[in-house]
């Protein structure tokens, strides 16, 4: 067991050290590669403009709000001038990002939400974007039990609080058990739905992200 996890670290550890979103992320300033995700999603279904309320779901490291907070620069710039509001959640740390107001917490937990609702001030949400996913088991079961919970509960975080009519959710989901249930739930809750495998997700990965875009009315 011991030299086939010495195999798998190897071979992530040259999958992670050749890959060029890696090099570019790190070229670019980005906390991880995850922001190219995002940035192709944001140029498909053109999501992200300034002057926009955003909520970032599992943004720890940050690189989702890194890419936001360039969205919203005048310039693209990663720090000075910005147009809009940027309201980061997470369960872990997270170093801090010019213009991003960060909480820290489980959004599994109804006062974590409060608080973030409170931040919110009643402003309604344009987008809404969660990379969140749980620590895995190893138990497809059990894994894909637990993120089917964190995608509900963004959906139903989102439906609550989304500007009408088109508002919108980048949400992680895994492509698996339990897939096909999630997609339901986001053609109940929302009018136009796309799955998104971005170029920058490994296709090995079962991650893929479901996009929703115009909340139906709770």
Not at 37 to 60: C, M, N, W, Y
Not at 119 to 136: E, K, T, Y
Request: charged share 25%; net charge positive; glycine share 8%.
């Amino acid at each position: 067991m011991r030299t086939k996890n010495k195999r798998v670290n190897r071979a992530w550890l040259h999958d992670h050290l050749t890959d060029p979103y890696v090099r570019r992320a790190q070229q670019e300033g980005y906390r991880s590669r995850a922001a190219y995700k995002l940035e192709e999603i944001d140029r498909t279904f053109g999501l992200i403009h300034p002057g926009q309320v955003v909520v970032d779901l599992g943004a720890s490291p940050g690189a989702w709000s890194q890419y936001l907070r360039r969205r919203f620069a005048p310039t693209g710039a990663a720090a000075g001038e910005l147009d809009g509001t940027l309201i980061a959640l997470d369960l872990l740390d997270f170093e801090p990002i010019e213009g991003v107001s960060f909480l820290q917490g489980d959004f599994r937990e109804d006062d974590v939400v409060a608080k973030l609702e409170g931040m919110l001030a009643g402003r309604p949400v344009d987008v809404v974007v969660s990379d969140m996913a749980p620590n895995l088991s190893g138990i497809p079961a059990s894994d894909a039990a637990r993120m089917a919970d964190l995608v509900e509960m963004a959906v139903e975080f989102s439906l609550r609080h989304l500007r009408h009519p088109q508002g919108a959710l980048v949400c992680k989901a895994f492509h698996g058990s339990g897939y096909s249930q999630l997609v339901e739930l986001f053609k109940r809750s929302f009018r136009v739905i796309k799955p998104v495998k971005p170029k920058a997700s490994r296709d090995r990965s079962a991650e893929t992200f479901l996009v929703g875009i115009g909340p139906r009315q709770v």
